[in-house]
């Protein structure tokens, strides 16, 4: 499985630490307590349980371990040889295996020592057991410390290599030291690599991401390359080999063609034939750098021709991957990352061919007959020779071709800086564009306290605006409180109409008086309904005099309310009363007098079944047995002492003679 | 410097906080005091490691103190006495070493003929009959008691076959038999696990002899052929006696001293 990510491996703890974590787990996570009195079997389970406990801690942490850190024969060949390179593939699983082994010489452990604790007969063996157990597997670990802390060190390490793909688009950067790798680097991505005068600035692969065509590539910097044999390079150099000899990308190789790196254009070419093996099918580009020291044609002979040599070299790669023999327009190209001459080009030259190899392999490869019968692009078929461009409206012309010329015209700031001595000599007028009624104020300075007040606090562009409102405003209040001032004087009424007027205001005001006492009254005390009205205030002679007081006549109205109050002959049994007459003797016509009288006088109440037409009742038997069903449920409640449906209070939630006592016979597991 | 050093290279960019290094230090010093605290306040079993850390370090620290001031302070500088020198004022006795020898060997040929001979551990507690073996209770209702069962660690050697189980009397559980030991010489003061060829006596009687018990004190003849020891003759030793110095039972394994 390709993994190209370290940065997941769990921290390897080193070996003081490590028994300390076991042991401490193993006190915090098994039973702590026994006594010498337990069965002989529950004291050997206690400590085979701790025991084991112990070996299977160790067993999974030394597991994460080795499954987590990478076989280098599992991973990328990349990875595989960069690992080598930098930590020794021997060493890297001399102490994997060391791990490994202890694994198995703790497991051996657990399992001698649990044999031997079933024979265990006292507590004190048992426990002297235990003790031995985890002594030995502790001593174990001990003994592996040294494999613990060197895979420490190499995890933190391999956690910071840089994430590269082996297998996606990549460009690679190569060449002497000094040469400007770096630089063109920092200028295509945006990797930060340091760019410094003195060679090996660069001591490790550096990645960076680029888009080209809307794809996205990655470019690696390698450390400079000596011109050495391949026993004496160091590990510098050997990543850079490395990652020239595995990965599949497009090799930019850099030329110093000024010689300002401190090896000429012979030793550069040297180089060049030394490593040419490894470029093989690699589309190669070669980039002369620093042309503003030395540009190209001004090379002498002999560095000309090994600049041609090294082309023609690069022109086999072309050759090799069906291009033209002729077309050697991505094969050598000039530029500087000074002045940022020729950059984006040599980017994109080397992107392209890249892209094209890709393209060419994939085409070639059996998967892409999978997805090829899938494509077709249509192209509708022309049915005249009428030539068809695209429909462009003139507007969006005439606005392009301004919008071209203005980019042209306007000067913009920073050209001016540029003019005017560059970035440290000119700084810019930041005031040059303000608007102001007079210009000749524009470079001066603002005073920020004036007579003892804040110059801010008085400044608003708006201010004379704003002051014209203020006034506005302040005058129509003014006209406001002058209109409510206005009352009516009541000079142009008649002296009746003064007269009604005085007595309406009056009668208002005493209205209002008592309305207020009773709203006063009403807060603190409920209110009480009319027909409980106990001051009886209220009553028909009242009526009567304040009708009379106005001028009419109240007897009308004072028999309308009366025949209201009254209440009407009571029924009990309108039947039986007919009937009874005949039968009844000399007592029953004064009793029915009495009745009729005390109808009268008596206030009246309705029987009890008889309907009232606003209740819902179909007929009074209905009533009737709707007022028993209520009685009824409420019975059971009154017994029970509540106080309605929703009482459901518990006085004692616990009574004491439902919970305790002893039974005669029988158990006492429910109450 | 390599692109995943972010903490560097930031560092190296911008440098440090202003008052990085005044809080380094005083965060350091604040150190002192939190250790105290955490001393006097951890109980248990956190407790007692810290302390033995500690009492370890402390040691440590004084004994560092003193080789220091050992080479400030001066002192008297004693000659070796070299082992024959004499005295002035003896120099004309004559040695009567000669003799002490001749009675020495005759005391060790006399203690050969006796039988004891000079090892390591001269006295062990002697372990008692009921500590040694468990009794089995055997028959259809259990009630029989003659087999025993050996409680501790025993040797029997490659060519053991039990006896018939319905007559074997004594038990020696296959859990317990042990083949190697942890022989430590005790002149090179290393330590080899050798194997075991015999038990040659044990102290608590010859019965356990002869059933193999090996405890604490018992002489085991050991396999010494990876040491690489020869004799003045020539020949190459392979079998030596070793005393076993700890409880094997206990411990899950035998640790042996050689008997040079």
């Keep these: 499985m390709v993994q190209y990510n370290f940065k997941n491996i769990t921290v390897v703890p080193n070996g003081k630490d490590f028994i300390d974590i076991i042991l401490s787990r193993t006190q915090r996570q098994t039973p702590t307590v026994v006594h010498k009195g337990y069965a002989i079997s529950r004291l050997r389970q206690f400590y085979m349980r701790k025991v084991k406990y112990t ?148 001591k490790s692969l550096f990645v960076g991401h680029t888009d080209y065509k809307y794809l996205r590539y990655q470019v690696i910097d390698t450390p400079g390359i000596l011109d050495r044999p391949f026993e004496d390079r160091n590990i510098i150099e050997m990543c850079s080999i490395t990652a020239l000899a595995h ?48 540009p190209l044609e001004g090379l002498s002979e002999e560095d000309m021709k ?41 980017k994109n030259a080397a992107c392209e061919r890249l892209l094209d190899q890709r393209v060419e392999i994939k085409m070639k490869s059996k998967k892409i007959n999978d997805c090829l019968n899938r494509f077709h692009v249509a192209i509708p078929k022309p049915r005249d020779q009428k030539e068809r461009p695209p429909c462009i409206p003139q507007a969006v012309l005439e606005a392009k071709a301004k919008q071209a010329a203005e980019k042209e015209k306007r000067k913009t700031e920073k050209d001016l800086e540029n003019e005017n001595g560059g970035a440290g000599v000119y700084s810019a007028s930041l005031k040059k564009n303000y608007i102001l009624a007079n210009d000749e104020w524009k470079e001066d300075v603002l005073p920020e306290i004036l007579d003892g007040h804040n110059v801010y606090d008085f400044i608003d562009p708006d201010i004379l605006q704003r002051l014209e409102e203020l006034e506005q405003e302040e ?29 309406i205001r009056k009668k208002k005001s005493l209205l209002i008086q008592q309305h207020r006492i009773k709203k006063s009254t009403a807060e603190s005390r409920p209110i009480v309904p009319r027909k409980f009205d106990k001051d ?36 009990r049994s309108p039947a039986n009363d007919g009937g009874d007459a005949m039968d009844m003797d000399v007592d029953t016509p004064n009793k029915r007098l009495r009745m009729r009288s005390r109808s009268r006088s008596r206030s009246v109440s309705r029987p009890p079944g008889e309907l009232v037409p606003g209740e819902g009742f179909r ?35 616990k009574p004491k003679h439902l919970f305790s006592g002893k039974r005669s016979s029988g158990k006492t597991d429910r109450r | ?63 560092t103190l003193a080789m220091h001031e050992e080479s400030s302070t001066r002192r008297k500088v004693d000659d070796d006495v070299s082992k024959g020198a004499v005295p002035a004022y003896l120099l004309d006795r004559e040695n009567t070493t000669r003799a002490k020898v001749l009675s020495n060997t005759i005391k060790q040929k006399r203690k050969e003929k006796a039988g004891k001979w000079e090892v390591p551990l001269p006295k062990v507690r002697p372990v008692a009959e009921d500590e040694m073996f468990k009794v089995l209770r055997t028959g259809k209702r259990k009630t029989k008691q003659w087999k025993r069962m050996i409680t501790k660690a025993t040797f029997v050697g490659p060519a053991f076959t039990r006896k018939p189980p319905k007559y074997e009397r004594f038990i020696r559980p296959s859990g317990l038999r042990f083949t190697k030991a942890h022989v430590t010489h005790p002149e090179l003061k290393c330590t080899f696990n050798l194997d075991i060829i015999g038990v040659k006596k044990n102290p608590n009687g010859q019965m356990y002899t002869s059933l193999g018990v090996m405890t604490r004190g018992t002489i085991i003849e050991v396999n010494v052929s990876e040491l690489g020891l020869v004799t003045p003759a020539g020949k190459v030793v392979w079998g030596k006696y070793a005393q076993v110095t700890n409880n094997p039972e206990n411990d899950g394994c035998i640790n042996a001293v050689l008997l040079v």
Aim: contains cysteine; aromatic residues 8%; glycine residues 6%.
């Design chain 1, 306 to 346: 090994l600049v041609m040599e090294m082309k023609a070299e690069a022109m086999k790669t072309v050759i090799g991957q069906g291009g033209e023999p002729t077309d050697d327009q991505g094969v050598l190209l000039t530029m500087s990352t000074l002045t940022e001459d020729g950059v984006i080009a040599v």
């Design chain 2, 1 to 63: 410097m390599p692109q995943g050093d972010y903490i560097d290279l930031h560092r190296k960019r911008y440098g440090y906080r202003l008052d990085h290094f005044e809080r380094k230090r005083k965060k350091e010093a604040r150190e002192v005091h939190k250790r105290s605290q955490i001393a006097q306040k951890a109980l248990g079993i956190k407790g007692k490691m810290f302390a033995k850390k500690r009492y370890a370090e402390k040691a440590q620290m004084k004994k």
């Design chain 1, 536 to 571: 009886k205030q209220f009553t028909t002679r009242r009526m009567g005099r304040q009708l009379s007081a106005l001028g009419l006549d109240p007897s009308k109205a004072i028999d309308r309310a009366r025949s209201r109050s009254r209440g009407r002959k009571r029924e």
């Design chain 1, 247 to 294: 990965l599949r990308a497009a090799v930019l190789f850099f030329l110093d063609i000024s010689g300002s790196c401190g090896y000429t254009i012979a030793q550069q070419a040297a180089l060049f034939h030394s490593i040419k093996s490894l470029f093989m099918n690699k589309p190669l580009t070669i980039v002369c750098n620093k042309t503003d020291l030395q």
């Design chain 1, 55 to 202: 070996q299977t801690n160790y067993y999974d942490k030394l597991s994460t371990i080795i499954d987590e850190f990478p076989r280098l024969d599992d991973i990328h060949p990349f990875y595989g040889d960069l690992l080598h390179v930098l930590y020794n593939k021997d060493h890297y699983k001399l102490a994997l295996g060391q791990i490994n082994t202890a694994r198995n010489l703790i497991s051996k452990i657990a399992k001698d020592y649990v044999r031997l604790l079933k024979y265990g007969d006292s507590l004190y063996r048992c426990k002297c057991l235990k003790v031995a157990a985890l002594g030995r597997m502790c001593t174990v670990i001990k003994r592996v410390a040294p494999s613990l802390a060197y895979l420490e060190q190499i995890r933190q390490h391999m956690a910071r290599l840089p994430s590269i793909d082996p297998n996606t688009r990549t460009v690679l950067i190569c060449g002497y030291p000094n040469v400007g790798k770096s630089s063109f680097i920092n200028k295509i991505t945006r990797a930060d690599v340091d760019v410094q005068p003195y060679a090996f600035t660069t």
């Design chain 1, 619 to 653: 007929d009074s038997a209905q009533k009737v047995k709707a007022q028993k069903l209520a009685k009824k449920s409420s019975k059971k409640r009154n017994k029970d002492a509540r106080r309605g449906e929703a009482d459901r209070v518990i006085p004692t939630l």
């Design chain 1, 475 to 503: 005058g129509l209040r003014q006209a406001e409180e002058v209109d409510d001032d206005f009352e009516m004087d009541g000079k142009e009424l008649t002296p009746e109409e003064q007269q009604a007027l005085a007595e």
